[in-house]
DNA sequence: CCTTATTAGTAACCTATGTTACATTATCTT
DNA sequence: AAGATAATGTAACATAGGTTACTAATAAGG
């Protein structure tokens, strides 16, 4: 474990602190498809990935979501330390995307090594940073980019994280994600089949050009 | 100056700090309507708002454009906060909404006060984490809402920021910060004047009943 | 005061996206 | 295998919002 950590944050952090890491944080190996965080809770440790993806959804109270962004390996979850810093309540879902396996923190050793490590400060404020800038390139996609445009980007994605050139998911799901309508979505990627970009199976969505 | 400063920021930040930042930090005193980052800029100061507020846009080449947030007394701009530790170029444009004071920081500073002031360290959590709350948040007025919903909430907020229940500006440039044209929000502003919401004028917008 | 530029009003039209409804196909249960 | 369930295809229609084009009203400059 101590291994993993080192091969993924030994470059970040320094070598003290990821001994001091490994000490106080949990491993955990989480399924993929497993729910992390649920909106309402608290949270009260911080997620660093080792390995894996997880995504993270802005859900309402009405069953309508949107992807917001994807945490992958040697990142941490922002949202979630705004949540422990000020001892609110989330207002995000996390759901691992694949197998993943991160550490977990308690929220106390945060700040303390705030003080501390000037490579934790360094990565903290990253993350954040790279929060930030994904939150505004989301934000772009919904205010500027066609819908076409977004369910292309999405699929490529969804097919780089997974380390696949395949979909392995329903239209409702990804109308789901992209805050849109099943058949709407149906339409969209049968239009890009008969443009030879995809190949539509049931269940799962090949990616051919995209 | 230094008194201004205490009575904002006074409850927030130690005493030895404030001295600290009154030492190092430049006040400027900013017309409404002055540009203060350009996209494209490197930033290389942080600034605190001691009263006034600023509006936060993202600006894009072929001219369009997003209200992003408004900065407001007592904050700073974590945009810039990123922009400064990473050495990028800002993204966005700045430009104050209206008369405002504030004292600009030489960005080493931040990063040498976050080891040496506990407070200063919460409070530059804090600003992180209100920024992506109020990217969340518009992120969710562009992806939820409807346009005619997104003017009433601009209107309101403009009107709050300005201490008027009058807004002075022209239907384009209310259609180019919500990303919009200038018909449909002529067309929009008429339907809420005609139910009695607002009253048009050439070149500004009473506020009567939102 | 006349000319010009800016701002706003309005109509006609277009398109992306959403909705409803129903048919078809694949998969699962028993 | 028969029926049930879930996933997908497709057509018809509704609507928000964008575009173009033109008119009308107001302000500004000489």
Redesign the interface.
């Known amino acids: 474990m101590l291994t993993d950590l080192q091969s993924v944050y030994g470059s970040l952090l320094e070598a003290s602190l990821l001994q001091e890491i490994n000490q106080v944080g949990t491993y955990r190996q989480i399924q993929a498809g497993t729910e992390i965080i649920r909106p309402g809770e608290y949270i009260k440790s911080i997620p660093l990935l080792i390995s894996g993806a997880i995504k993270v959804i ?1 859900e309402y109270d009405d069953g ?1 979501e ?1 992807l ?1 962004y994807y945490v992958e390996e040697g990142n941490t979850c ?2 979630s330390m ?1 949540c422990c ?2 001892q609110k309540r989330s ?1 995000i879902k996390a759901v691992a995307e694949v197998d993943t396996l991160l550490i977990v923190i308690p929220n106390q050793k945060l ?1 303390e090594w ?2 501390r490590y ?1 490579r934790w ?2 990565f903290i ?2 993350s ?2 790279n ?3 994904e ?2 390139s ?3 996609k ?3 980019e066609r819908l076409d445009e977004r369910l292309i980007e999405y699929l490529k994605e969804k097919g780089r994280i997974n380390g696949e050139n395949s979909i392995h998911q329903t239209h409702k799901e990804i109308a789901d994600e992209l ?1 849109s309508s099943r058949v709407v979505i149906s339409r969209l990627l049968k239009k890009l089949e008969n443009l030879g970009h995809i190949k539509l199976h049931r269940n799962h969505i090949e990616l051919l050009d995209l």
Chains 1, 2 share one sequence.
Do not use: C, D, K, W
Request: aromatic residues 10%; hydrophobic residues 45%.
């Open positions: 802005r309508e949107l917001l922002s949202m705004a810093t000020e207002t700040e705030i003080g000037p400060r360094s404020f990253a954040y940073q929060r930030l800038e939150m505004l989301s934000l772009e919904v205010a500027f805050h």
